[in-house]
């Protein structure tokens, strides 16, 4: 069985998502998620999915192996990044090479960085006049939204789309192809 911890930091709606997709598999667990936000809205989604939930500060995730312990010791296979804030430590990513992913809102490279996440990014997009916007699923380095490119979809903007509309968009292409992507990932292995 191939097993998944998720990362978020948000209201958890990703990581619900990939958790439902999975729900009634029987070759793939989403094992535990980690949170390092104690008010998170994913924390009453993983105990609604009775998924076990690793609290964590900044203190423990950038100065201790604690967390990449916890990993190895669940034997975890692929680590998602969903709605999570904190860059990645390099002790974290020198454990799980190409063993975590992240999904960023805008097409990278562009809109993509220390501060670019959620509405900022599609702000960003609408103030620049974009007529595309999407998802990229990248794999995690040392580097906010650096990592090599696995997959990107799009969608059309209008020159009348607030971010709000723009948000919206995005949000149905990250739930229809972050579940079946990290399915791919997974079957690979």
């Not at 998602?80 to 904190?86: E, I, P, T």
């Not at 509405?119 to 916007?133: D, G, I, L, P």
């Not at 723009?166 to 292995?189: G, S």
Request: proline share 6%; net charge negative; charged share 20%.
């Amino acid at each position: 069985m191939k097993r998944i911890a998720i990362f978020a930091s948000g209201s958890g709606t990703n990581a619900e998502n990939i958790c439902e997709y999975f729900a009634d598999r029987n070759d793939v667990d989403v094992s535990l998620i980690f949170t390092n936000n104690p008010m998170a809205g994913v924390i009453k989604r993983a105990l609604k999915l009775q998924i076990p939930v690793v609290f964590f500060d900044k203190k423990t995730f950038y100065h201790t192996g604690k967390i990449p312990q916890i990993l190895q010791n669940e034997g975890i296979d692929l680590v998602v990044l969903a709605g999570f804030m904190m860059l990645v430590p390099p002790m974290l990513v020198e454990v799980f090479p190409t063993k975590m992913i992240n999904i960023h809102p805008a097409l990278l490279p562009k809109y993509g960085g220390k501060g670019m996440y959620g509405h900022f990014v599609h702000e960003a997009v609408v103030n620049a006049r974009e007529t595309q916007s999407g998802i990229t699923i990248h794999y995690v380095n040392e580097h906010y939204d650096e990592g090599d490119i696995i997959f990107q979809a799009t969608c059309n903007i209008n020159p009348a789309d607030t971010p709000e509309d723009v948000a919206r968009k995005v949000h149905r292409l990250e739930y229809e192809h972050y579940p079946r992507v990290i399915d791919e990932i997974l079957m690979r292995r």
